[in-house]
């Protein structure tokens, strides 16, 4: 595609329930990224995928969260037992390669709302 | 730890004056420094990157190693620059670690 594409862009859910964000990265692109911004708040990086090998989930904030990658393709972030403050804006990003000259790119966010 | 201050959360200047967007980092090893800019209904996008030396739309960006910054700069506002701006950080491996941003308004 032209960008990378993330769905849904705005999801309002319930505290405790269970919530799926998708990232479609650029057709190639082998580094894909998963960042939160909180309102008022830095881009806080959570985890990162390159190729086939083990992802960096150093930034994942607690084991509600999960993050798989199928191959090169779609990453999926899930939330799990959501809480008040997951509300945020979810950032996905992907790059051709995991080398640090390369641009990341970034979609347009899914923003998430637990009430 | 790697990690990326930005101490001004919204700069406003008037049309034609100059901007200083300030950055601050502390990194142990050779990092790599990146501006990111978003407009205002846009996606995040790259600004510009020190390796590269670039002026990109007026702003240029020198790393200081010895005072650990990277601040933005343009000698001349324009009101299109009113945006919101990220310093950024990475190694090899390409982890971006992010300052908490500065709102640019650039005033008529």
């Known amino acids: 595609g032209a960008g990378v594409s993330q769905s849904p862009s705005n999801k309002v859910t319930e505290k405790g329930k269970d919530v799926e964000l998708r990232c479609d990265p650029i057709?190639?692109?082998?580094?894909l990224y998963w960042y939160r911004q909180r309102l008022g708040q830095g881009l806080e990086f959570l985890i990162y995928?390159?190729?086939?090998?083990?992802?960096?989930k150093s930034g994942l904030p607690s084991d509600r969260f999960s993050a798989e990658r199928t191959g090169e393709s779609v990453s999926t972030l899930t939330i799990q037992r959501t809480q008040q403050e997951d509300s945020a804006v979810y950032l996905c990003?992907?790059?051709?390669?995991?080398?640090?000259?390369?641009?990341?790119?970034f979609g347009e966010g899914s923003w998430l709302t637990v009430v | 730890a790697q990690r990326v201050t930005q101490p001004e959360k919204l700069l406003s200047v008037f049309k034609g004056a100059p901007v200083e967007l300030k950055c601050n980092y502390s990194?142990?090893?050779?990092?790599?420094l990146f501006w990111y800019v978003q407009y205002s209904r846009q996606r995040l996008q790259l600004l510009l990157r020190?390796?590269s030396r670039e002026s990109i739309k007026g702003f240029t960006a020198d790393l200081n190693k010895g005072e650990t910054s990277f601040h933005l700069k343009k000698p001349f506002a324009q009101e299109e620059d009113s945006a919101m701006y990220y310093c950024?950080?990475?190694?090899?491996?390409?982890?971006?670690?992010f300052g908490a941003g500065t709102i640019l308004r650039v005033k008529s």
């Open positions: 950024a950080l990475s190694r090899y491996g390409n982890k971006l670690v």
């Open positions: 990194y142990s090893g050779s990092p790599e």
């Open positions: 057709s190639g692109h082998t580094a």
């Open positions: 995928f390159q190729g086939n090998s083990a992802p960096d």
């Open positions: 990003a992907s790059s051709s390669s995991g080398g640090s000259g390369n641009t990341i790119y």
């Open positions: 020190h390796i």
